[in-house]
Nanobody, 123 residues
Framework: QVQLVESGGGSVQSGGSLRLSCVAS????????MAWFRQVPGKERERVGQ???????GYVPSVKGRFTISRDNAKSTLYLQMNSLKPEDTAMYYC?????????????????WGQGTQVTVSS
């Protein structure tokens, strides 16, 4: 059974930083695409960015230059380093796994999801 468990969320002031982690189990993590999504109530889930098997990353324009996705295959762990946080980054953050080396765009394509971790940024 595949499990994804996020941690690291919390409350910070604008301009602050947080590092989210997502530990995966039950799947050959190193061969999978991993992604971070976020969602606020009443809005669609938005892809923040993704990292493929080879370590290639991509980001939504609103976080480019502020957020960094990385993965440690030995620890089956995905990270999201978030710097220069803004109030509009406030959301529930989810990690997701796609059972392939390449990364799709839409959330519906991802096979497994974590339970989410809340990030709140105050002005």
């Amino acid at each position: 059974q595949v499990q994804l468990v996020e941690s690291g969320g919390g409350s910070v002031q604008s301009g602050g930083s947080l590092r989210l982690s997502c530990v995966a189990s039950g799947y050959t993590y190193r061969s999978a695409c991993m992604a971070w999504f976020r969602q606020v109530p009443g809005k669609e889930r938005e892809r923040v960015g993704q990292i493929d098997r080879d370590g290639n990353t991509g980001y939504v324009p609103s976080v480019k230059g502020r957020f960094t996705i990385s993965r440690d295959n030995a620890k089956s762990t995905l990270y999201l380093q978030m710097n220069s946080l803004k109030p509009e980054d406030t959301a529930m953050y989810y990690c997701a796994l796609f059972r392939n080396s390449w990364c799709p765009d839409g959330p519906s394509a991802y096979n497994y999801w974590g339970q989410g971790t809340q990030v709140t940024v105050s002005s």
